[in-house]
């Protein structure tokens, strides 16, 4: 399956050890873990196990800037079975925030998992403290449906969160 999307400014595509000093920058950022559920990162190395990880069927994305191959953000679509939808999932680069970035690549994973894996309910949430998450998962066209909270993979702190839906028809 083809796992490369383009849009008008990236290019979505499975990370790679070589992305990994990129990446580093995003997920050893205080600022940007803020409100992830992973724990910070304390060095390159750690992020090339991480990227080693990712399984195939997580439809994870590394966002490559197509002007300069710099690789900003990275998400996925991934299957919740919990929820039996897609769960939304992005983080971004702290320099490139504000710019659409995050909104660009979210709508091109959301149409990429619809056309290429029939999906037609996805799920998103964000913490309450982060407004600008929340903004992109509406621009995405989600619709809130309830308050929860979510916790860190550690348990070490728990956020209130907001929690929205998106329903499309299915593939004609």
């Known amino acids: 399956m083809e796992r490369r999307i383009e849009t008008e400014r990236l290019i979505l595509r499975p990370l790679t050890a070589d992305d990994a000093d990129d990446v580093f920058e995003w997920v ?51 299957f919740d079975s919990e929820r039996g939808a897609y769960g939304l999932g992005y983080n971004l680069n702290r320099a490139f925030w504000g710019a659409g970035y ?29 407004p600008a998450s929340g903004r992109v998962i509406q621009k995405c066209g989600f619709k809130f449906e309830n308050y929860g909270q979510y916790s860190r993979l550690d348990g070490s702190e728990t956020f209130d969160a907001a929690y929205y839906s998106l329903h499309l028809d299915n593939v004609k």
């Open 102 to 130: 995050a909104t660009e690549a979210s709508k091109a994973m959301i149409q990429w998992a619809h056309e290429t894996l029939g999906a037609c309910n996805f799920t998103a949430g964000h913490a309450l403290a982060n």
């Open 28 to 78: 050893g950022d205080p600022v940007v873990n803020r409100y992830m559920p992973y724990k910070l990162y304390d060095n390159v190395e750690q992020v090339k196990d991480w990227i080693s990880t990712i399984k195939e069927e997580y439809n994870h994305f590394g966002f490559q800037l197509r002007s300069s191959g710099k690789v900003i953000g990275s998400g996925d679509v991934g």
